[in-house]
């Protein structure tokens, strides 16, 4: 069983829940979040 959400799960959320502008700035913000975690993490 799968239980984290994957990326595009929560960025389809987003986008339901936050009108235009603001949901593609919260999903940029995310995807670098995500990012920076990655590589802190994989060091």
Same mark, same amino acid.
């Given at each position: 069983?799968?239980?984290?959400l994957s990326?595009? @799960?929560?960025?389809?959320?987003?986008?339901?829940?936050?009108?235009?502008?603001?949901?593609?700035?919260?999903?940029? @913000?995310?995807?670098?979040?995500v990012?920076?975690? @990655?590589?802190?993490s994989?060091?």
């Open positions: 069983k799968k239980k984290t990326s595009r @799960e929560i960025q389809t959320s987003v986008r339901l829940m936050l009108p235009g502008e603001l949901s593609k700035h919260a999903v940029s @913000e995310g995807t670098k979040a990012t920076k975690f @990655e590589s802190a994989s060091n």
